[in-house]
């Protein structure tokens, strides 16, 4: 198999470089920035995103779709991001530092048992975040001191910076407050932070903004280092006719900075503990439901606030991205609200979502944008009133080959024969096993499917598909997502490569182990460019 190193030959970006929208007939692959090889423990927005981006112009895919790039909470879980604004610090390029001289090229080989060995030592097929982190973060924090100390005159860096920080003051000074306050009670959540920092008291919070005012200026350094990383990357793929797609949770979580600062925007007691959580009910998969957990949006009381809040938000995301999938769409329209005493979803309730009145107050403060480049995740119980909602702004909804086989109550929709062209269809998702993965299920056990359920699904998909067996199963489910009427079709980077379970993403309900996947530089290769890129000439999307 011969590495992919740059573009096929012949390609122009001269006829590549429009930015595909969600109405034209494309597709993409789905990869989250950290997934990316390197050898500082996890994917960064250095050189790797860019090989990507090469790969992605050889196959003839116009987009990259991507998870939250928020920085991770609870259980390394981009879905449990610690703001709904900053950028994750540890996504930064180090090697790009090292290129402008914030930090010396040969401490970015520290880390080796054995000096003669690899610039690492972290493992290449997943990412060991703790290790990671710490490695990551030492250098940010010498890049921090370089860059203070040769701008402390002024000049057009500390310009620069400053401009940055004035731009988003409206999230970035509370977010640094935050993350400093957080670093000194060893990344504690802030509900359990001394009352006066707890409740923002406001003396105290000068007082801590005086005291912790270096680690302050890291994390604005921080954000304002991601913000330029991630230009610089976006920039490339429009050169190359790729557009960015981004992923918006629907809630945020507890232990954020939006929360802390915004306290009056949830359901929170005095103590800023949740009164209410979010989750969904017991269905045909989960006899108590799931209990997410999440504080939720006083969208009543607090309507006029939480509109502005989620407006800067939309704002915020849509400067980074080209489109943005809504996940949990259903939400919008009514959801579920689960005392938060209770240890289950069982004992919820159906409260109504802020429906059309939210998306009609955003649309017209991002008027600017035209019609909102929003893909709405109304995967689940998708009520006539929610696809109303969908349809109403002319919003795409998703499909999930997987689904179209099993006893979810949709899943006639999920077939291909019956897509809608506006829609944006994925062989699976992050939350699904990889498609090789599903099909070889052996069922029982630990898997909420049972055997014969398996075999019966198994038994279906290869009478859709047309194929004899399952021998090439992930190219048969990506031909016909490909081949389908949907304007978008989005397959995730395991399918491409055919990999089992062992390369699943996230496996939902397991508190650990998730999000760790990577794969490596070789597995781009010339041969998996063409083949996929002859599926997407042949039917239309390239």
């Keep these: ?20 929208k969600l109405s034209e007939r494309t597709s993409g692959v789905l990869l989250h920035p950290t997934s990316l090889p390197g050898p500082y423990g996890s994917g960064d927005l250095g050189a790797a995103a860019r090989h990507f981006i ?7 895919q116009r987009w990259w779709q991507m998870l939250p790039i928020g920085p991770v909470g609870y259980g390394n879980s981009p879905y449990s991001a610690l703001s709904a604004f900053a950028g994750n610090p540890f996504l930064i390029c180090l090697d790009r530092l090292a290129e402008e001289g914030l930090i010396e090229r040969s401490s970015l080989r520290d880390d080796r048992p054995d000096p003669s060995g690899p610039a690492t030592n972290f493992p290449h097929d997943r990412v060991d975040y703790a290790r990671s982190a710490q490695y990551r973060m030492a250098h940010l924090r010498a890049a921090f001191a370089a860059f203070s100390a040769s701008t402390r005159g002024g000049g057009e860096a500390r310009d620069a910076f400053e401009a940055f920080c004035e731009e988003e003051r409206h999230w970035l000074d509370d977010f640094a407050l935050y993350a400093a306050i957080k670093s000194a009670h060893r990344e504690t959540s ?3 932070w001394p009352a006066v920092a707890r409740l ?14 270096d680690e302050i200026e890291l994390h604005r350094f921080l954000q304002y280092r991601f913000n330029r990383d991630w230009r610089r990357l976006r920039a490339y793929a429009h050169e190359r006719g790729v557009g960015l797609i981004g992923d918006l949770p629907i809630f945020v979580s507890h232990d954020s900075a939006d929360v802390w600062q915004k306290r009056h925007l949830f359901a929170l007691d005095e103590n800023g503990m949740p009164t209410v959580v ?24 607090r309507r006029r606030d939480v509109y502005d809040w989620w407006t800067a938000r939309f704002k915020t995301t849509l400067a980074r991205f080209d489109a943005v999938r809504l996940d949990h769409f259903i939400g919008f329209q009514r959801y579920w609200e689960i005392p938060a005493t209770e240890p289950t979803a069982v004992r919820g309730r159906w409260m109504k979502g802020p429906g059309a009145p939210f998306f009609t107050h955003v649309k017209k403060k991002l008027g600017e944008l035209g019609a909102l480049p929003l893909i709405a995740e109304d995967l689940g119980c998708a009520t006539p009133k929610v696809r109303a909602l969908r349809d109403s702004f002319g919003l795409p909804g998703s499909r999930v080959l997987q689904f179209a086989f099993g006893i979810d109550p949709q899943a006639s929709t999920f077939l291909p024969h019956v897509y809608p062209r506006r829609a944006v269809v994925y062989t699976g998702t992050h939350d699904n096993d990889t498609t090789v993965g599903w099909f070889n299920e052996a069922g029982g056990g630990e898997s909420t499917r049972p055997p014969e359920q398996v075999e019966k699904e198994r038994r279906a998909a290869l009478g859709y598909l047309g194929a004899a067996d399952g021998t090439n199963i992930h190219w048969d489910m990506i031909r016909m ?48 460019a063409d083949r996929l890129g002859s599926l997407t000439r042949t039917y239309g999307r390239s």
């Design 54 to 60: 090469d790969f992605l112009v050889a196959a003839r």
């Design 200 to 213: 923002r008291e406001p003396v105290a919070l000068e007082a801590l903004r005086a005291e912790l005012r």
């Design 190 to 192: 802030w509900a359990v």
């Design 1 to 20: 198999m011969t590495p992919l190193h740059a573009g096929p030959p012949g390609t122009n970006l001269d006829e590549t470089r429009h930015v595909p």
């Design 278 to 301: 979010s989750g969904v009910p017991p269905d045909y998969f989960s006899a108590t439901g799931q209990r997410w957990g999440n504080p939720l949006y006083r969208w009543r009381s």
């Design 481 to 528: 997502v490909q081949l389908s009427v949907a304007n978008t079709a989005i397959v995730p980077m395991q399918d491409l490569l055919g990999l089992g379970s062992e390369s699943r993403m996230n496996r939902p309900g397991q508190a650990t182990g998730n999000w760790e996947w990577r794969f490596q530089k070789s597995d781009l290769t010339h041969e998996l």
